[in-house]
C-alpha cells in the first residue's frame, strides 16, 4: 500500500541510484585514503584490514588452516578408529593452539567436550515454544542466544573483577561450553522440524561427528561425512560475512553465544550460507529438464550454454579469492567418487565438473571458473537421507562455529580493539571524483 512517505522515499532512491552507479563506472579507482571508490562502495572487497592467523585462504592453494593445507589437515590430525576422517574435536585443538593434538592432547580435548555436552532443559522448551514451520537458522540462533545466561564470560565481566588480560580465559570457556553442545541443539531442531519431535538420546561414548550421525538417526558411513563436513566448513579468513560478523559483534566484547547468534545470522543470507542448498535446488532442476537421465557430455555442454545465454548462472561456480578447484571441493568429489559414484545427482555434479570450467573459461567472464564447495556437499548430505534443503546451513553453522571461536578466543588474548571503520558520503567520494579534497575526520 503507498503511503506518502513511501512515495517520497521511492522517488528519492530512483534519484540516488544514478549517483552510485556513475561513481562505479566511471570513478571506481580513484582512491580514497588508500582504497578506491570502487572498494568503498563494493563491499570493502580485497582491502586487507583484518588480522587472523587462524586460517588463510591463498588463491591457489585454498584455505590453510593454522598454515596447514586442507589435505595435510585430514592426513595429519587424528582418526577415530576405523574411520576415513579426523576427529573434529581435534581440529579445534589445532584452530586454537596451531598444533597438532597427540594422543594425550586428544584425550583430554574428547573429554572436555563430552562433559560440556549437556544441554539445559529450557533448551529444549525454546526449541519446542518456536512457531511451526520456523526456519531452523531462526530456531538456531534463537537458541544460541537463549544460552547466553550460561555465559561465564559475562558473569565475570559483570562482576567488576575481571582484568583485560584474562579475557581470553572465560572466553575459552564459553567456547568449549557452546561448541560441545551443538550436535544436540542442531539434531534437536532436526527432530522438532522434521520428525514429529522424536529425539535420538546422545550417545556419551561416541565423539562429536559420531555422535551428531547417530543423534540425527544415520549409520555409518554418516559419521565421517559429518567430520567431513564440519572440518571443512570451519573457517574461511576472517573476512567472509559469518567470520566477520563474529568478530564484530565479538570486538564490541559480546560474549561467544551473542558473537555466534549473529554469525549463524550471517551465515542464513542467501549471498553466503545458503548456496549450498541453491544448488541442489537447481540439480534438481536440471535433472527434471532431462527427466532424470544421465546426458552426454554434448548434451550438457547445450544445456549449460543455453543456461550462460538466457543470463542465468551456473550455481556452485567460481569464488571471489580462490583461482583453481576449491580443495574443500575437492575433498567431497574424492570422498563421492569411493562412496556414491553411482548416485543420480553425483552422476550430474561429476559432468558438471567436466563441462562446465572450460565453458567459462571460453565465455570469458569468470575469474574462477570452477567448483567451490557448495557445488558437492548438498549433494552428500541428499545422499545420506537429509533432504531438507533448509537444514543445511546448520550443519554449515556448527562447523563455522568451531573457527570463529578459536578467532574470538585469540581476539581476546590479543586485546583486538572495537572494529570501527570511518564512513563517508556519496558526496564526498563526487567531490573526490572531481579531484577535490575533502576533510573527514577519523
Known amino acids: ?251 564490541s566484547l559480546s560474549d561467544v553465544y551473542l558473537s555466534i547468534s549473529s554469525m549463524i545470522n550471517g551465515l542464513a543470507g542467501p549471498l553466503h550460507g545458503l548456496a549450498n542448498q541453491e544448488v541442489l535446488r537447481w540439480l534438481h532442476h536440471v535433472m527434471e529438464q532431462m527427466d532424470g537421465v544421465v546426458p552426454t557430455e554434448d548434451q550438457m555442454k547445450k544445456f549449460v550454454w543455453e543456461t550462460l545465454q538466457s543470463g542465468q548462472v551456473v550455481p556452485g561456480f567460481g569464488h571471489a579469492v580462490l583461482r583453481k578447484t576449491d580443495p574443500r571441493y575437492m575433498l567431497q568429489r574424492e570422498w563421492s567418487l569411493k562412496h556414491i559414484a553411482e548416485d543420480p545427482i553425483f552422476k550430474y555434479v561429476d559432468m558438471l565438473y567436466k563441462v562446465v570450467p572450460p565453458i567459462l573459461l571460453e565465455q570469458g567472464k569468470a575469474k574462477n571458473p570452477w567448483p567451490n564447495v557448495d557445488a558437492q556437499s548438498g549433494v552428500i548430505q541428499w545422499h545420506y537421507g537429509v533432504r531438507e534443503y533448509d537444514f543445511y546451513t546448520v550443519l554449515f553453522g556448527i562447523g563455522r562455529a568451531i573457527g570463529i571461536c578459536a578467532n574470538l578466543i585469540w581476539d581476546r588474548a590479543l586485546g583486538y580493539p572495537l572494529e570501527r571503520p570511518k564512513s563517508i558520503t556519496t558526496a564526498m567520494l563526487e567531490d573526490l571524483a572531481a579531484g577535490k579534497e575533502i576533510i573527514a575526520e577519523d
Open 1 to 251: 500500500m503507498a503511503t506518502r512517505l513511501k512515495d517520497k522515499l521511492h522517488e528519492k532512491i530512483v534519484e540516488w541510484r544514478p549517483r552510485t552507479e556513475r561513481l562505479l563506472k566511471e570513478f571506481g579507482n580513484v582512491v580514497v585514503d588508500k582504497v578506491t571508490i570502487s572498494q568503498v562502495i563494493g563491499g570493502m572487497r580485497g582491502v586487507k584490514a583484518l588480522v587472523t592467523d587462524i586460517s588463510y585462504l591463498d588463491p591457489f592453494e585454498g584455505i590453510r588452516y593454522r598454515g596447514y593445507t586442507l589435505p595435510e589437515v585430514f592426513e595429519k590430525l587424528p582418526k577415530p578408529k576405523g574411520s576415513e576422517m579426523p576427529y573434529v574435536e581435534g581440529l579445534f585443538y589445532l584452530l586454537v593452539t596451531g598444533d597438532m593434538p597427540n594422543e594425550d592432547d586428544l584425550q583430554d580435548i574428547l573429554d572436555e567436550f563430552n562433559k560440556r555436552r549437556i544441554l539445559p532443559r529450557y533448551v529444549y522448551e525454546v526449541i519446542d515454544g518456536m512457531p511451526c514451520c520456523s526456519h531452523p537458522m531462526a530456531i538456531f540462533s534463537a537458541v544460541v542466544t537463549t544460552l547466553q545466561r550460561e555465559s561465564l564470560f559475562a558473569k565475570k565481566y559483570a562482576s567488576g573483577k575481571l582484568h583485560k588480560l584474562d579475557y581470553w580465559d572465560s572466553t575459552y570457556e564459553d567456547s568449549l561450553n557452546l561448541i560441545a553442545k551443538m550436535p544436540e541443539i542442531a539434531t534437536y531442531i532436526y527432530a522438532k522440524l522434521y520428525r514429529d519431535g522424536k529425539r535420538i538420546q546422545s550417545n556419551p561414548y561416541l565423539d562429536f561427528g559420531g555422535n551428531f550421525a547417530h543423534m540425527m538417526g544415520i549409520g555409518k558411513p554418516y559419521d565421517d561425512v559429518s567430520r567431513m563436513h564440519f572440518i571443512v566448513h570451519a573457517d574461511h579468513e576472517g573476512g567472509n560475512v559469518s567470520a566477520h560478523t563474529g568478530h564484530l559483534v565479538g570486538s
